[in-house]
C-alpha cells in the first residue's frame, strides 16, 4: 500500500494478479492454490477474481457461463469466449445480467480477508465495462458498433457498468484493499480503439468505476496489455492509482513510463513473461529483475510484477529465481545502489 500510494517502502513488493495452477502445483509440490503459493512464498499480496459460473456444459467440450457467454476451455486461468448472446438491440432488451448480490459473487475474497487482512494486501480482480461488453457482443462486432451502432454500444456497456459497479462496491466493503480491473484495451501495435472512440466509450466508464471505488476507499489498478502510449494521459487523467503490466514486447519501456507518470502512479511490471520466464535462464532472470528495479523503484511507487502473468508456460525455476532475485535487489540499501545517480529518495 506504501508503493501504490507512490512512497518508499522499506523493499520493492513482489505481487503476480495471476498465477496458473500448474506453475503453483510445480514450483511447490503440495500447494494447490494461488493464495496459499502467495503466502507459501511470503508475497506482498493475495488475490482473487469475482466469480461467474459456468451454467452449462456443451456437448462439444465448451461451456456457458452466467453472463451467457460460450468458452472454449484451455490451459490457462481465463478460457477463450468464442460467443456472446447479444447481437442486436432486441437481444440487449432481452437480457438479463448476471446479478451482483449472487453470493458467490465475491469468489474466495471472505476466505483471504480472514486470513491476510492486516498482513498482505488483499486484492481483488474484475473488469470495468470494455472486455466484458466485448465478450456480450464479440470484440468484433463490439469495435465496429461504436462507428455504426454507437447507441447499441452504449447501452451495453451501461449495463455491464452497473454490474460491476456493484461487485466493486461490495468487494472494497468485505474487505479488499485493491481493485484490479482487467480490460485490456491494446495489442502489442497499439489501441484497439482510437483515442477519439475510447474518450467516447471506454474512458467515462473507467472514470465512474475509478470514482466508485476511491468514494468506497479502495485503490485502483489498471491492467492493461499491449502498447498503451496513446491512451496513458487519459488513463493517468481518470485516477487510477496504479498501471500493469508495462509490457515490454509491446514497446512500454519501464523506465520511459517512469520519468512521465511515476510521480502520478505506481508502476507494476515488467519482467517479460513470453520469452525471458518461459525461455530463458534463471541468470537472464536475475538481471531483468535487477533493471526493472534499476527503473522503476527510485523515487517510489513500484512494484515487481510479471509483463502479463505467470501463465502455464512459465518455468517454476525462473519465477522462483524472479521472487528470490526481488529480494536480493529490492531491500532499500539494494536499490539505491542499483539506481546509483538515479535513486532519489
Request: proline share 5%; charged share 25%; net charge negative.
Amino acid at each position: 500500500m506504501t508503493a501504490l500510494a507512490v512512497q518508499h517502502p522499506d523493499r520493492v513488493p513482489i505481487v503476480e494478479f495471476a498465477i496458473s495452477p500448474s506453475v503453483v502445483r510445480r514450483a511447490c509440490p503440495g500447494v494447490e492454490t494461488q493464495y496459499d503459493f502467495e503466502e507459501r512464498m511470503d508475497l506482498d499480496a493475495v488475490c482473487c477474481s469475482a466469480r461467474f459460473e459456468k451454467i452449462r456444459q456443451n456437448a462439444d467440450g465448451t461451456y456457458t457461463d452466467e453472463w451467457g457467454v460460450v468458452y472454449g476451455p484451455g490451459t490457462e486461468v481465463i478460457d477463450h469466449p468464442i460467443q456472446g448472446p447479444i447481437r442486436t438491440k432486441d437481444d440487449l432488451v432481452r437480457y438479463a445480467p448476471p446479478d451482483p448480490e449472487a453470493p458467490h459473487r465475491l469468489g474466495n475474497l471472505a476466505e483471504l480477508v480472514g486470513r491476510f487482512k492486516g498482513k498482505k494486501a488483499i486484492i481483488f480482480h474484475q473488469r470495468a465495462a470494455f472486455m466484458w461488453s466485448a465478450y456480450l457482443n464479440g470484440i468484433d462486432h463490439l469495435l465496429v458498433n461504436f462507428l455504426a451502432e454507437p447507441d447499441l454500444a452504449h447501452e451495453l456497456m451501461d449495463m455491464v457498468l452497473s454490474v460491476m459497479l456493484r461487485i466493486a462496491r461490495r468487494a472494497i466493503r468485505a474487505g479488499a484493499d485493491i481493485i484490479v480491473l482487467g480490460d485490456d484495451y491494446a495489442g502489442t501495435r497499439g489501441p484497439m480503439f482510437s483515442p477519439a472512440v475510447f474518450r467516447t466509450f471506454v474512458l467515462p466508464r473507467l472514470k465512474k468505476m475509478v470514482d466508485t471505488i476511491h468514494e468506497e476507499g479502495g485503490k485502483v489498478v489498471k491492467h492493461s496489455d499491449g502498447s498503451l502510449w496513446l491512451l496513458l494521459d487519459d488513463m493517468v487523467g481518470a485516477g487510477i492509482d496504479g498501471l500493469n503490466p508495462i509490457e515490454q514486447v509491446a514497446g512500454m519501456d519501464l523506465g520511459e513510463v517512469k520519468r512521465k507518470y511515476g510521480s502520478r502512479l505506481c508502476l507494476i511490471g515488467n519482467v517479460d513473461c513470453g520469452h525471458l520466464l518461459s525461455h530463458g535462464t534463471t541468470d537472464e532472470v536475475e538481471a531483468a529483475v535487477r533493471e526493472c528495479i534499476r527503473q522503476g523503484a527510485p523515487g517510489g511507487g513500484y512494484m515487481l510484477s510479471s509483463s502479463n502473468s505467470i501463465h502455464s508456460g512459465v518455468k517454476p525455476e525462473n519465477y522462483l529465481a524472479m521472487i528470490a532475485a526481488g529480494r536480493k535487489y529490492g531491500v532499500h540499501d539494494a536499490v539505491q545502489r542499483t539506481a546509483g545517480s538515479d535513486w532519489k529518495a
